[in-house]
């Protein structure tokens, strides 16, 4: 079954096409390394928990939303060795106010599929 990457984090308002561009950019990147799919999802109905949510997990503020993606790849193999050619690749260095959103508040991990129904 395939790998997958998720990411939580939350984007300013006022940077959703920069980010929807940024994430244009990088979708071929990760498919010439080995991803199989990007997915990207602006929060529409996220809300606020009590104990838990995404908007307090990554400490979102009144004028950002909450994106949610994730990325599939063949195995966890081509994964790891996926992202090692990515991280190397000269098109990911951006200066840090390219980049947008706070990538210390993401959440992120790599999950083994369980279930593809």
């Not at 992202?83 to 690749?89: C, G, P, R």
Request: proline fraction near 7%; aromatic fraction near 10%; charge should be negative.
């Amino acid at each position: 079954m395939t790998y997958v990457d998720g990411f939580v984090l939350a984007v300013p308002n006022a940077k959703k096409e920069a980010y929807r561009l940024h994430a244009e950019k990088t979708a071929p990147m990760l498919k010439e390394h080995g991803a199989l799919s990007m997915t990207e999802c602006w929060g529409d109905d996220v809300p606020e928990g009590k104990l838990t949510s995404f908007p307090m997990a990554v400490k979102c503020e009144a004028d950002e939303t909450v994106v949610f993606s994730w990325m599939t790849w063949p195995s966890k193999e081509v994964r790891d060795e996926g992202w090692k050619k990515i991280m190397a690749d000269p098109r990911m260095k951006m200066e840090p106010g390219d980049v947008p959103f706070d990538g210390k508040r993401m959440i992120y991990g790599g999950f083994t599929t369980l279930l593809q129904a």
